[in-house]
C-alpha cells in the first residue's frame, strides 16, 4: 500500500512524466515477458537491447500518444456515464487503435532497422492478426477504463492491463 500511495503522490505532482515513465517501464516489462516465458529464451540469450527498445517505445511514443489520446477523447466526450464510456470506447477502438496499432508496428520495424520495403511486408502481415486480437481484448477493457477510471489513472490502468498485449506485440513485432 505504500508503494501505492507514493506512485500516487507522484502523480499527483508529476503526472506527464510519470504516466510517461509507467508506460515505458510496463513495456520494458511485457518484452521481458515476452522473451522468457513465450519465446523461452533464458538470461543467456536474453536481448537487451530489445528491451531498451520496448523501454524507449513506451516513454517516447506510447506513453506520450495514449496519454495525450485520453485528454483528447475526455474534451471530445465529457462524462463518465454508461454512454459517454461507450461513446469513447467505440471512438477509441474504431478510430484511435488502428492508426495507432499501425505506427507502432511501422516503428518498432524501423526501429529494427529493416527498409521501408520490408516493414511494409511486415506490416501487412503482422498488422490484421493484431487489430483483431486487439478487439478480443481492449473494448471491453477500454469500457470499464472510461467509465470506472479517473482521467489521470486511465493510462495506469492500461498499462497495467497492457503488460499482457504488450508481451504479445513485441513477440509479434519481433518475430521475423
Given at each position: 500500500?505504500?508503494?501505492?500511495?507514493?506512485?500516487?503522490?507522484?502523480?499527483?505532482?508529476?503526472?506527464?512524466?510519470?504516466?510517461?515513465?509507467?508506460?515505458?517501464?510496463?513495456?520494458?516489462?511485457?518484452?521481458?515477458?515476452?522473451?522468457?516465458?513465450?519465446?523461452?529464451?533464458?538470461?543467456?540469450?536474453h536481448?537487451?537491447?530489445?528491451?531498451?527498445?520496448?523501454?524507449?517505445?513506451?516513454?517516447?511514443?506510447?506513453?506520450?500518444?495514449?496519454?495525450?489520446?485520453?485528454?483528447?477523447?475526455?474534451?471530445?466526450?465529457?462524462?463518465?456515464?454508461?454512454?459517454?464510456?461507450?461513446?469513447?470506447?467505440?471512438?477509441?477502438q474504431?478510430?484511435?487503435?488502428?492508426?495507432?496499432?499501425?505506427?507502432?508496428?511501422?516503428?518498432?520495424?524501423?526501429?529494427?532497422?529493416?527498409?521501408?520495403?520490408?516493414?511494409?511486408?511486415?506490416?501487412?502481415?503482422?498488422?490484421?492478426?493484431?487489430?483483431?486480437?486487439?478487439?478480443?481484448?481492449?473494448?471491453?477493457?477500454?469500457l470499464?477504463?472510461?467509465?470506472?477510471?479517473?482521467?489521470?489513472?486511465?493510462?495506469?490502468?492500461?498499462?497495467?492491463?497492457?503488460?499482457?498485449?504488450?508481451?504479445?506485440?513485441?513477440?509479434?513485432?519481433?518475430?521475423?
Amino acid at each position: 500500500m505504500a508503494l501505492w500511495r507514493a506512485y500516487q503522490r507522484a502523480l499527483t505532482a508529476h503526472p506527464w512524466k510519470v504516466q510517461v515513465l509507467t508506460a515505458g517501464s510496463l513495456m520494458g516489462l511485457g518484452d521481458v515477458i515476452s522473451q522468457q516465458l513465450v519465446e523461452r529464451r533464458g538470461l543467456q540469450a536474453h536481448k537487451t537491447g530489445r528491451t531498451l527498445t520496448m523501454v524507449s517505445l513506451g516513454c517516447g511514443f506510447v506513453g506520450p500518444v495514449v496519454g495525450g489520446w485520453y485528454k483528447v477523447l475526455d474534451r471530445l466526450i465529457p462524462g463518465t456515464t454508461k454512454v459517454d464510456a461507450l461513446k469513447k470506447m467505440l471512438l477509441d477502438q474504431g478510430g484511435f487503435a488502428p492508426c495507432f496499432l499501425g505506427c507502432f508496428l511501422s516503428l518498432v520495424g524501423t526501429l529494427n532497422g529493416l527498409s521501408a520495403q520490408d516493414n511494409w511486408a511486415k506490416l501487412q502481415q503482422d498488422y490484421p492478426d493484431a487489430l483483431i486480437t486487439n478487439y478480443y481484448l481492449w473494448p471491453a477493457v477500454q469500457l470499464a477504463n472510461f467509465y470506472l477510471v479517473p482521467l489521470h489513472y486511465r493510462l495506469a490502468v492500461v498499462q497495467c492491463v497492457a503488460v499482457i498485449w504488450n508481451s504479445y506485440l513485441s513477440w509479434k513485432a519481433h518475430r521475423l
